[in-house]
């Protein structure tokens, strides 16, 4: 069991940036991939960034690109997501997962492939 607790979210303006936090317990963190993902009201939760286990392959979404940076501290088990350049289209629950069963030095974009979840961190961008 991994436990995923997720922080640093709030209200910016456009252009403005915001780094997300996710502290993870439980298990060795190195043995999980890592992601986030985010859901916007009404909307389903969509594949935002992913990192491998030790950090050495990244994946984004196209729409973040270029303005997020997904990184993970194994030794604070820890994973971060900076956001800069935001747009009011971010605004969504962000959310922290954790997968055990992909290959080392994947970075998977699937919601399928996560086991564990955390409880979602809200970003609002106003215009």
């Known amino acids: 069991q991994v436990q995923l607790v997720e922080s640093g979210g709030g209200l910016v303006q456009a252009g403005g940036s915001l780094r997300l936090s996710c502290a993870a317990s439980?298990?060795?963190?190195?043995?999980?991939?890592m992601g986030w993902f985010r859901q916007a009201p009404g909307n389903e939760r969509e594949f935002v960034a992913a990192?491998?286990?030790?950090?050495?392959?990244?994946y984004y979404a196209d729409s973040v690109k270029g303005r997020f940076t997904i990184s993970r501290d194994n030794a604070k088990t820890t994973v971060y997501l900076q956001m800069n350049s935001l747009r009011p289209e971010d605004t969504a629950v962000y959310y922290c997962?954790?997968?055990?069963?992909?290959?080392?030095?994947?970075?998977?974009?699937?919601?399928?492939?996560?086991?564990?979840w955390g409880q979602g961190t809200q970003v609002t961008v106003s215009s």
């Open positions: 439980g298990r060795t963190f190195s043995n999980y991939a």
């Open positions: 990192v491998s286990r030790i950090g050495g392959s990244t």
């Open positions: 997962a954790a997968t055990s069963g992909v290959a080392w030095r994947r970075a998977p974009f699937r919601r399928n492939e996560y086991d564990y």
